[in-house]
Structure formats: C-alpha cells, structure tokens
C-alpha cells in the first residue's frame, strides 16, 4: 500500500516547459512500477509514460515521446520533465504505481493500483 502525491502543476503558454512530481508516501511494500497519465474532462484517461523502478526502462505514448521525459529518484519519486508544451497537453495528470515484481511496466492503465488525485495542467496563451 502507498499514498502517491503529485505537485509542479500549473498553465503556461505553449512551447514553454513544465516539471510534475511525485513521491510514493506510506509505503508498506515500495513501488515497482510507476507511471503518469492524463485526463481530459469527458474523455478517457490515457498513458504518458511509466518506469520501473529499479531498471528504468522507460516508456513513452506516441504522442509526448520526443517531448516529455519520465525519470525517478530514491525508488518513492517520479519526475515528468514536460518540453514544448502544446494546448492539447491541457488535463490532470495522475501518478500511478504498482507494486508487483514485473521487470516491464507496460503502458496500461489497468496494470496500476496506486492512484494519487491528480495535477492541472493548463497550456494557453
């Protein structure tokens, strides 16, 4: 079991840059995986990138590779280093973890246990 707890959201304007964190607190069994995803209101949550915790390894939606950049610290934290931020980059971002012994964290929302409530980040002018 853990608690996760996002920060760093906030609105910029587009093409500037943004950094999200999370850091896994209460940790009974610590974290394997972890990951960001995004929820536009009305639509469905979707994957940005996950890591393993341990291997790194990380993996990128087609849509922010090149842009977006997932890193960890201390086995409990995840970075999300946003670059050339566009309007449609526009949702709440969510840190998710699972805690099993998988050595690859697939992109797929319902491999996560762990949900933290999320951090708006808005990108306009």
């Known amino acids: 079991q853990m608690t996760l707890v996002e920060s760093g959201g906030g609105s910029v304007p587009p093409g500037n840059p943004l950094r999200l964190s999370c850091v896994a607190r209460?940790?009974?069994?610590?974290?394997?995986?972890m990951a960001w995803f995004r929820q536009v209101p009305g639509k469905e949550r979707e994957v940005v990138a996950t890591?393993?915790?341990?291997?790194?390894?990380p993996e990128y939606a087609a849509s922010v590779k090149g842009r977006f950049r997932i890193s960890r610290e201390r086995k409990t934290t995840i970075y999300l280093q946003m670059n050339d931020l566009r309007p449609e980059d526009t949702a709440i971002y969510f840190c998710?973890?699972?805690?099993?012994?998988?050595?690859?964290?697939?992109?797929?929302?319902?491999?996560?246990?762990?949900w933290g409530q999320g951090t708006q980040v808005t990108v306009q002018s």
């Open positions: 998710a973890a699972e805690d099993s012994h998988y050595s690859h964290c697939p992109l797929k929302e319902s491999f996560f246990d762990y």
């Open positions: 209460e940790v009974v069994v610590r974290p394997n995986c």
């Open positions: 890591i393993h915790m341990d291997i790194g390894g």
